[in-house]
């Protein structure tokens, strides 16, 4: 039988926590790392070679950060040119406050100075298949950054697109009554 592929992913309930954190640390637009190396306490962060222990010294600098900044450096040549963006290329968008309620992700995204008193923030579900887009933009250098091992483990890995269906010799058997026993079919056909 091999495999059911899933209409849309989901969560993997082992993972919502770490999820919720990777989220925190990467733009839910662009999929850029919030920080990089021209940070001295991110430089320090990333030479640690524990992965978790990397990961959770990313993620403590990461999740305040609320906007995905890009880098502007001014032309030397000419003082009255535009500034020109370079860099980690940031795509300068707000980020959401990630909350988990159960097995569901709200991001809360603040608006700008400008706004008014009395509007309220926007506040949405984060699906997990938006999320898993935003995952497979994460580039290999990110991964490593996070702590993950792009040979092992990637992000997008910790959503379910795929459920493995063992076949039938392995499948556990099921009690009927005290003598009947029978194979437990986990594929309704």
Known sequence: ????????????????????????????????????????????????????????????????????????????????????????????????TIRRDGLKLWGTWKQNKNFEENEQPERRLLTPSEILSVFKHISLEDCFRLGFNEDYARPEWMLITVLAVPPPPVRPSIAFNDTARGIENYVKK
């Open 1 to 96: 039988l091999g495999h059911i592929e899933l209409a849309k992913p989901v969560f993997h309930i082992g993972f919502i926590a770490k999820i919720k954190k990777v989220c925190e640390c990467i733009c839910m637009h662009c999929g850029k790392l919030l920080l990089d190396e021209t940070n001295p306490a991110m430089a320090q962060a990333i030479k640690i070679r524990d992965p978790k222990k990397r990961f959770n010294a990313v993620w403590s600098l990461c999740k305040t950060k609320m906007i995905c900044e890009a880098d502007v450096l001014s032309n030397e040549n000419d003082p009255n040119s535009a500034p020109v963006t370079q860099g980690r290329g940031g795509c300068g968008h707000t980020q959401p």
